[in-house]
């Protein structure tokens, strides 16, 4: 895939890319391991400074960045300058929390008393330059929940951004040159993802870090697995939406709609699979139809705009086969379904667009209940109890979060115990935050990004111990 910026509202190709070289790559892996040997001497106070400047450059070219973002993968331009912001807010919490989350531990002497040490002690200690290894869907903030912490504890990164989002990702470099960083310590690397493993396998990289699909995952898992590197896999989702019969069903419906086409759909843990007891069904399929059937399609960078294109075509082409999968087996499509060639205002109809999209009487037999519908598609089922709608929810390969509406603590605990994902969250959308560590099981990876864990992960966990002395 070439490395090039391409509008996906239109098709057209804006500027492309050359890659980085064999000499060019070396010299950014050398300067990263110089860095790392000088930044991981600095205190917490300096970090935390880097990380409210870098906030600060967020701030300042918000619109900027939104748009870039909106040329190179369609989101809503609303929505990108609502990423923009989202990072600011993690750059700052990371600096004003950081350093207490990798504090030093004491256990009390009394427990440590009998291994004969005088004192002992736990101390986080960072690894050394992390490879990233990011998506296009949240160009910015998928970076920064990487970034924020992993510099925080004394890391340096390597950013390798998907090839569709070349501006973002050397903006993001720019924006920690602009703060103020060390040379070389972030730095994006125009590189294809052949050149992948050569880094990984680099004994300058420590760690590394993926967000993206399941094949990309497993991909990246088995290198770092050989080469016995830390690797921390955040993938893909097909998130459960419940709605059972003591929801707020006029606001369950509405978090619904928000949640399928957020992002054009285009979301890890945007909901996708809603599981709806049959007692709200019907109240329930007739709204959520009827207002995702109104939303407005159109170009991005247009303000009234509520959905925009697919980042890719080839993202486009398969989401379309999910749902002519579904509709050859026997499911029915309530409203969409039918590729948006010609958008009203896009010149040629060359944008990738598809509607906003719910199928219901979908079965195992069909590939949209097994696989990630990345886009606005929603598959639609009706459950008789809860113990039905916790089985249909957990019969996916994935379990990156989920949604349930209740107001019954004792289906709350139900729920708690027994899905089998990363996150549960009732009566709201499920979202991202840096107090909130984020993951998933199952097929959706492991390990975690964002609180103290996900600060953590790219550590070494040390153990002090301190003989006595006479």
């Not at 002497?109 to 992390?130: C, F, K």
């Not at 160009?139 to 912490?149: G, M």
């Not at 990004?449 to 953590?456: F, K, S």
Request: charged share 20%; net charge negative; proline share 6%.
């Amino acid at each position: 895939m070439p490395i090039a910026t391409v509008n996906p509202a239109t098709g057209e190709t804006l500027e492309t890319f050359e890659p980085l070289g064999p000499d060019g790559l070396e010299a950014r892996l050398a300067r990263a391991e110089a860095a790392f040997r000088e930044y991981r001497g600095v205190g917490f106070e300096f970090r935390a400074e880097l990380l409210r400047r870098a906030a600060g450059v967020f701030d300042t070219e918000q619109e900027h960045l939104a748009r870039t973002v909106t040329t190179e993968m369609g989101k809503p331009i609303a929505q990108a300058r609502a990423e923009a912001a989202k990072c600011a807010r993690a750059l700052r919490w990371y600096a004003d929390h950081g350093a207490a989350l990798i504090a030093d531990e004491h256990p009390a002497d009394e427990d440590t008393a009998d291994s004969g040490a005088a004192a002992a002690l736990v101390r986080y200690r960072p690894l050394g330059p992390v490879l990233a290894v990011m998506p296009w869907n949240f160009p910015l903030w998928q970076v920064v929940r990487f970034a924020a912490p992993a510099l925080m504890a004394g890391n340096v990164g390597l950013l390798k951004h998907a090839s569709n989002v070349p501006r973002t990702a050397l903006a993001l470099e720019e924006i920690f040159r602009r703060a103020g960083a060390p040379e070389g310590c972030f730095q994006t690397l125009l590189i294809g993802s052949a050149a992948v493993e050569g880094v990984i396998r680099d004994d300058r990289v420590a760690a590394v870090t993926l967000t993206g699909s399941e094949g990309a995952g497993r991909s990246v898992g088995a290198v770092a697995g050989d080469a016995l590197k830390k690797s921390v896999l955040e993938l893909g989702g097909s998130d459960p939406f419940v709605v059972l019969p003591s929801a707020d069903l006029p606001e369950a419906v509405r978090t619904a709609v928000r949640a399928r086409v957020q992002n054009n759909g285009q979301s890890c843990i945007a909901a996708k699979r809603f599981i709806v007891h049959t007692d709200v069904y019907d109240a329930f399929a007739a709204a959520f139809t009827a207002q995702l059937r109104a939303l407005r399609v159109g170009d991005p960078a247009d303000e009234r705009a509520e959905l925009g294109p697919l980042a890719t075509r080839q993202g486009r082409d398969d989401l379309a086969a999910l749902v002519s999968d579904a509709v050859t087996h026997g499911a029915t499509v309530e409203t969409g379904g039918v590729r948006l060639d010609g958008t009203p205002g896009q010149p040629g109809g060359d944008g990738w667009y598809y509607p906003p999209t719910v199928v219901t009487g979908v079965t195992p037999e069909m590939r949209l209940h097994h696989e990630e519908a990345f886009g606005p598609v929603a598959s639609l089922y009706r459950v008789g109890s809860l113990a039905e709608a916790v089985a249909t929810a957990n019969d996916s390969p994935f379990g990156l979060s989920s949604s349930v509406w209740t107001t019954d603590p004792a289906e709350r605990e139900v729920c708690v115990r027994d899905i089998e994902a990363g996150g549960v969250f009732f009566n709201g959308m499920t979202a991202s935050h840096p107090a909130l560590p984020f993951g998933g099981v199952k097929r959706s990876g492991y390990g975690r990004e964002l609180a103290g864990h996900g600060i953590r992960e790219f550590c070494n966990v040390t153990t002090v111990w301190l003989g006595h002395t006479n």
